[in-house]
């Protein structure tokens, strides 16, 4: 059965980095990070493909922060640095079987449970 798998996550100071992970199960055409603050709606973050590598990133994390993929490992990583308190929320892993050109639109079926991601001031 196909499913993501989501690690890390937890309380910083802003400024600092943290590191998520996501473990697939399957062969995805493209995993990504999306984020739900409270109050607010789920927002893409970043999305990279599997075999091409490809990414792509929210106007808000460019420059900060970084996916990447261990096709070895069989999962990605985000690398979140300088982080902000307005970046705190839930971090959810999302996998996609679609092949798009908009990683930010295509329809992502398959989710992990969340992660929690608190930058303290």
């Known amino acids: 059965q196909a499913q993501v798998v989501e690690s890390g996550g937890g309380l910083v100071q802003a400024g600092h980095s943290l590191r998520l992970s996501c473990k697939a199960s399957f062969g995805y055409y493209a995993m990504g990070w999306f984020r739900q603050a409270p109050g607010k709606e789920r927002e893409f973050v970043a999305a990279?493909?599997?075999?091409?590598?490809?990414?792509d990133y929210a106007d808000s994390v460019k420059g900060r922060f970084i996916i990447t993929r261990d096709a070895y490992r069989d999962q990605i990583d985000l690398q979140m640095n300088s982080l902000k308190v307005e970046d705190t929320a839930v971090y959810y892993c999302?996998?996609?079987?679609?092949?798009?050109?908009?990683?930010?639109?295509?329809?992502?079926?398959?989710w992990g449970q969340g992660t929690q991601v608190t930058v303290s001031s």
């Open positions: 990279i493909t599997w075999r091409a590598a490809k990414t």
């Open positions: 999302a996998a996609t079987l679609t092949s798009s050109s908009n990683l930010k639109t295509v329809a992502y079926g398959y």
